[in-house]
């Protein structure tokens, strides 16, 4: 077993956090899939073997062009294909016509919803709540595995710190540890505790690694990571994760410091196979092995083959290089027969653990699309409701008192599509609720007075036609909620932005409705952070939406009017201009940290100044060093107060605990959830610890006036952290905790580690 840490200078029971490491590994096969496993490796010709390292993405599912591959045993999975009555005579045929009646696994990008479309994953991380994810991927498993699908390409766990990149939509957001609290949570939703069982599927975690730092923003494009970023920023998701028991890993389509990830023997081999003992396989992501060629790091397709192959890729997702190369590759004694064989092993053991050899069939009387029930909207809605982060309400202008005149207005006021957002494949607008038809209910019942005048007829918008209309509409009414933001395809895949703001004509029209004196609420959905300073000035509020999915229009009335109050926080920072990307909150404190005192913004330095280099800090002539909205912000309509924080001991030695507690009291007036968190510092250390790291969080619900006592636990894996070799270190020295509702929280004091 490698142990994840290395020999201390100061003895330390390493052991035993190692162990601790093993047992708490989720382990999704047993003795029978290993064993089915190797008795079918035994029977299979070298042309069935590579047959099961092969994806393809069928045009004609059903047709005798792949029913024959299947038949020949020279496919082992597809993906995309969702109709059951297509699946059923797939794996039937994989089944019964088949020499060995491998089934097929089938995959699908189930990122955060199957039919029933939740927030998106940014959104879903805004809800700081695991129990959600774990909720809401249980249910895309349902919905997914009862039409045949028994494999999900999600979670998608790449931390990024980078609005420009339009993937951040899918992302985590910017912190290793959220990140890794939500992993674990999307693998139990995805799988549960039995693989098998028929509502479960297995997920794919992606993309291996460090695609979130696509330099400059742009998808697709190089990624330089030094090993000490990797290791303690990029890799802690997708560790907690495989800990977790996933049982698939995807390939990442960049190149990490020059090697491309679907070649890249350090990530596949050395990290996911030796350290953590991954016990599942390997896909590419789509054409990734003939991309190596494109990187200029494999002269042809053979080469790529051979590459990707050495590296520990075990499946190909649809491009023809190891269908085409491999067997010559292992003829010519290039590559080794067992390394095929571990292939092959890898995948059967988890189709295997699938239960597909039993069961590969869709839910009798299964049809697509599956019927979005009450039940699931009831998921949706609650994670859409939770996914809403309060950043601005001057003057309480929410929530909307009953009675009060509304003018709703805005491009995704009534778009049922678009609020779904990015990899909602299999979400429909019919079945989508906007947050016009939501609040035309609210009309309907009485409480409050509705009238909608789009005023632009798409996110992108240019026209003033409908301008007239809405500021019409503002007049006669008590307050505007203005929905806006970016349709969903400009984010996600390959949609990156080198000016992250509102498209369109949408500022031109917040001017011109902020003219009528009306308060303006502004809801924002969008698959990324978008640089609003040019609004800011002229809404009393902000209410950060994301992509909703199909619940958005019920859960935002919800919110809006208060009969939910907000409870999301920031998983990113939300930067003021494009020249401060990145920018995030686990910053280094450098040599020369920003001094206020010192700064003289760009248009007061005098004329003709001359150069001096002495006293100068870290900061810019023309912006603040200030993000606009912080990591872990996040209002409610209640206010909360943090108390009489206590540390179990003022000393801990070496792999003891510390406990740190807090008084949290409900300030306000109506009840609120609050998400409590902990952060730490380490004050000296060999390698440079960032300024705050999110150690712990806690979501609280409390009634007006109530207290309750909060303890976080920090533990030897609080305290340590990893060195560029990956293992972690632990050393002695001061720790300072700073406890609040958001990654500004105030100190609250400091503790020695012996
Ligand atoms: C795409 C994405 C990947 C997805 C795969 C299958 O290119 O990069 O996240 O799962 O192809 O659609």
């Known amino acids: 077993m490698h142990s994840i840490f290395r020999p201390l200078p100061r003895l330390f029971p390493l052991a035993l956090l190692a162990l601790a490491q093993v047992l708490t590994a989720a382990p999704f096969l047993d003795s029978s899939d290993i064993a089915r496993a190797d008795e079918l490796l035994e029977q299979m010709t070298q042309e069935e073997k590579i047959g099961q390292l092969i994806q393809l993405s069928p ?26 009555e297509a699946v059923r005579l797939i794996q039937k045929t994989a089944l019964k016509e088949s020499r060995l009646g491998i089934p097929l696994i089938i995959g699908r990008d189930i990122i955060h919803g199957f039919r029933t479309i939740q927030p998106i994953p940014l959104g879903l991380a805004a809800t700081w709540n695991p129990a959600v994810i774990e909720e809401g991927s249980a249910l895309a498993a349902r919905e997914a595995r009862s039409v045949g699908v028994n494999w999900t390409f999600a979670p998608m766990l790449d931390v990024t710190r980078d609005p420009r990149w339009g993937r951040i939509a899918e992302s985590v957001g910017e912190d290793p540890f959220l990140g890794a609290a939500l992993a674990r949570a999307y693998v139990r939703g995805f799988q549960g505790t039995d693989l098998s069982a028929p509502d479960r599927i297995a997920a794919c975690v992606k993309h291996f690694a460090g695609y979130g730092f696509s330099q400059a923003g742009k998808d697709y494009n190089t990624t330089w990571i030094p090993d000490q970023q990797l290791w303690e920023t990029v890799l802690p998701p997708f560790k907690a994760a495989i800990d977790a028991g996933a049982a698939t890993v995807m390939t990442a389509f960049n190149d990490l410091n020059g090697i491309p990830c679907s070649g890249n023997a350090f990530l596949f081999r050395e990290v996911l196979r030796e350290r953590w003992e991954f016990e599942g396989f390997v896909v590419s992501d789509w054409g990734s092995i003939d991309q190596m060629m494109s990187h200029g790091n494999a002269a042809d397709m053979r080469e790529a083959a051979r590459l990707a192959a050495l590296a520990g890729v075990d499946m190909e997702m649809a491009s ?6 491999l067997a010559a590759l292992v003829e010519e004694g290039v590559l080794g027969q067992e390394m095929i064989d571990e292939k092959v092993r890898n995948i059967l053991q988890v189709k295997s653990a699938l239960g597909l050899f039993e069961n590969p069939y869709p839910a009798e009387g299964a049809s697509y699309p599956p019927a979005v029930t009450d039940e699931a909207r009831a998921i949706a809605r609650r994670a859409a409701e939770e996914s809403f982060v309060l950043l601005k ?99 996600g895949e390959a949609h990156s932005r080198a000016h992250p703001t509102l498209p369109g004509a949408q500022e031109t029209l917040l001017h011109a409705l902020a003219r009528t004196g009306k308060p303006i609420v502004l809801v924002i959905m969008a698959g990324r952070p978008l640089i609003l300073e040019n609004v800011l000035g002229d809404i009393d509020a902000l209410l950060y939406a994301w992509h909703p999915g199909t619940m958005a229009g019920p859960a935002l009335a919800n919110v809006l009017t208060g009969a939910v109050a907000p409870s999301g926080k920031l998983p990113v920072t939300f930067p003021r201009a494009v020249g401060q990307i990145p920018i995030f909150y686990s ?31 870290s900061h810019y002539l023309d912006e603040s060093v200030e993000p606009r909205f912080h990591f872990g912000e996040g209002l409610s309509y209640t206010t909360f107060r943090y108390t009489d924080a206590r540390f179990s001991s003022a000393e801990v030695a070496v792999g003891e605990t510390v406990e740190v507690s807090v008084a949290l009291t409900n300030t306000g007036d109506v009840a609120g959830t609050e998400v409590a968190q902990l952060y730490l510092r380490d004050l000296a250390a060999s390698i440079t610890r960032p300024v705050r790291e999110l150690k712990g969080f806690q979501k609280i619900t409390l009634a007006p006036g ?22 972690a270190r632990l050393e002695a020295g001061t720790f300072e905790v700073f406890v609040g509702g958001d990654s500004r929280a105030p100190s609250v004091g400091t503790f020695e580690l012996r």
Do not use: C
Request: no cysteine; hydrophobic share 40%; proline share 7%.
């Open 393 to 491: 309400n001057e003057e309480s202008v929410l929530p909307l008192a009953e009675g009060r005149k509304i003018a709703l207005i805005g491009p995704l006021a009534d778009q049922p599509y678009e609020q779904l957002g990015t990899w909602s494949f299999d979400g429909a607008a019919e079945d989508s609720i906007s947050v016009r038809a939501a609040f035309a209910e609210l009309a309907a019942a009485g409480n409050h007075e509705v009238r909608f005048a789009a005023g632009l007829g798409h996110s992108r918008d240019r026209s003033s036609e409908g301008f007239a209309e809405a500021i019409a509409a503002a007049e006669a009414a008590d307050v505007v909620v203005f929905v806006g933001g970016e349709e969903a395809i400009l984010s």
């Open 320 to 325: 023809p290089a190891y269908r085409d190369h």
């Open 706 to 727: 109530e207290t309750r006592t909060l303890t976080f636990v920090l533990g030897p894996e609080a305290l340590a952290f990893p060195g560029p070799d990956g293992y």
């Open 587 to 617: 910053h280094r404190n450098t040599g020369r940290p920003f001094n206020p005192d010192s700064w003289v913004p760009m248009d007061e330095i005098p004329i003709g100044a001359r150069q001096t280099s002495l006293g100068n800090e």
């Open 59 to 84: 045009w004609e599912p059903t047709g005798e062009e792949f029913l024959g591959l299947v038949r020949a045993g020279q496919v082992g999975s597809f993906l995309n294909v969702i109709e059951p």
